[in-house]
């Protein structure tokens, strides 16, 4: 079974930044897709970002697009979500998961497209 841990989560002020670290157990000779998803109290999930396999591709939705950035460490078990010029609306539960398809070049955005999701970590941004 893959295990997902994420981190980095905490509380800041709208207009700072936050970067999770997402860290797996699945080792492979290279990389594989890695999505973000996040669910803010009393509403559904949604996605927030993905990467393909190489790190070549990555897909975001348009409320973080240009505010968050998705990075894959050289060690390729970790992904990064940096997240800038946070909002009070980016306040949620953050989770990374890994797709069925794991070496797909498409960037999947559903949440049925992922086998193995992390446990969270929390985001809180006050005004």
């Known amino acids: 079974q893959v295990q997902l841990v994420e981190s980095g989560g905490g509380l800041v002020q709208a207009g700072g930044s936050l970067r999770l670290s997402c860290t797996s157990s699945l080792r492979t000779d290279v990389g594989y897709g890695v999505g973000w998803f996040r669910q803010a109290p009393g509403k559904e999930r949604e996605f927030v970002g993905g990467?393909?396999?190489?790190?070549?591709?990555?897909v975001y939705a348009d409320s973080v697009r240009g505010r968050f950035t998705i990075s894959v460490a050289n060690s390729k078990n970790t992904v990064y979500l940096q997240m800038n010029s946070l909002r009070p609306e980016d306040t949620a539960d953050y989770f990374c998961a890994i797709p069925w398809e794991i070496y797909t070049n498409t960037v999947r955005t559903k949440e049925s497209d992922y086998r193995y999701w992390g446990q969270g970590t929390q985001v809180a941004v006050s005004s």
């Open positions: 990467v393909n396999w190489s790190g070549g591709n990555e």
